[in-house]
């Protein structure tokens, strides 16, 4: 049978290793943009404003507007 040094719990456990803010950023700034992107899609696209012809986009985000309370029909 055998046991544990101290040394092997501790690496059994794991530390945490913090994240710089300098390496998160361009993550954080690409969620964002995609949040952007996809509220403006299910929010706004092919109701309030058009960029794409057809009603497409609309159907295929019409229970997610209906969900997150935009006005739709
Ligand atoms: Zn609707």
Same mark, same amino acid.
């Given at each position: 049978m055998?046991?544990?040094?101290? &040394? $092997?719990?501790?690496? /059994? *456990? =794991? *530390? %945490?290793?913090?994240? %710089? *803010? $300098? #390496?998160? %950023?361009? !993550?954080?700034?690409? *969620?964002?943009?995609? &949040?952007? /992107?996809? /509220?403006?899609?299910?929010? &706004? #696209?092919?109701?309030?404003?058009? /960029?794409? %012809? =057809?009603?497409?986009?609309? #159907? !295929?985000?019409?229970?997610? $507007?209906?969900l997150? =309370?935009?006005p739709?029909h």
């Open positions: 055998s046991q544990l040094s101290p &040394a $092997r719990s501790v690496d /059994l *456990v =794991g *530390v %945490a290793t913090p994240i %710089a *803010v $300098r #390496e998160l %950023a361009p !993550w954080a700034l690409f *969620v964002a943009l995609f &949040a952007v /992107l996809a /509220l403006y899609f299910v929010g &706004a #696209e092919q109701g309030a404003t058009s /960029l794409l %012809a =057809g009603d497409t986009v609309h #159907e !295929w985000v019409h229970d997610g $507007r209906h997150l =309370g935009f739709c």
